[in-house]
């Protein structure tokens, strides 16, 4: 598989969608649970954010690197992917019901969702709308999950439909606690996020 697809599909990975929490998890770990709730809680109010970074994506026949921007603003994205990739760079924008995806040198897509784009380009299903969840160091809320807390009472470790998702470390801004480096692996795929700076928002306030 082409690298920039690879790389397409770890932008899509970081689609988001909004949703309320729900009561589906497994707690494990040393971490005090009325402490994972409240930090839960102040965390999933964040529904904007600007993030830089890299994403590196390891796959069985390919592998590579690139930098990260993403812009979210309630349920508006713009994730801009690009860098030492060898075939250039892609753009994910949009809005739920339409979305698009334009990649250099190669084309611009359109898809009522992001599981359907992604599918339709990559022949992969995915869980594309977690990571609005995982990169605030959250479980999505329409799945069960299988968590471990660290010593902190934050997510160190996640289980959810198929995904492993280690949580590395973490950094403190604006008065949040929230995730710096990430691993994901599953489906053949490991992608790992370091996120360089960490601009939280609370539009909905």
């Known amino acids: 598989m082409r690298l920039r697809n690879l790389m ?3 932008l899509l990975l970081l689609l988001t969608g909004c949703a309320a929490l729900g009561p589906q998890e497994t707690l494990e770990g040393q971490g ?40 979210q603003r309630q349920d508006y994205y713009d994730i801009r992917l690009s860098g030492p990739l060898g075939r250039g760079a892609a753009r994910l924008t949009g809005r739920p019901g339409k979305i698009e995806l334009e990649v250099a040198n190669q084309g611009r897509y359109q898809a009522e969702s ?4 992604l599918e339709e380009q990559l022949g992969w299903r995915l ?21 471990t807390l660290d010593s902190h009472s934050r997510l160190a470790d ?18 949040f ?13 490991d992608i790992t996020l370091v996120i360089k700076d960490w601009q939280p928002r609370q539009l909905g306030q």
């Open 32 to 71: 005090d649970q009325t402490a994972w709730k409240a930090h839960k809680t102040q965390v999933s109010t964040l529904d904007g954010w600007q993030i830089s970074g890299k994403v590196g994506i390891r796959a069985p026949k390919d592998s590579g690197s690139g930098t990260l921007f993403w812009l």
């Open 8 to 10: 397409a599909a770890g």
């Open 158 to 175: 996640l289980e959810q439909d198929g995904w492993k998702v280690q949580f590395l470390s973490y950094v403190e801004q604006n008065g």
């Open 177 to 189: 606690t929230l995730p710096e480096r990430i691993k994901l692996s599953g489906e053949n795929l």
């Open 114 to 117: 992001p599981e359907a784009l």
């Open 127 to 147: 869980p594309v709308s977690h990571l609005l969840w995982w990169v605030r160091g959250l479980p999505a809320p329409d799945s069960r999950s299988r968590l």
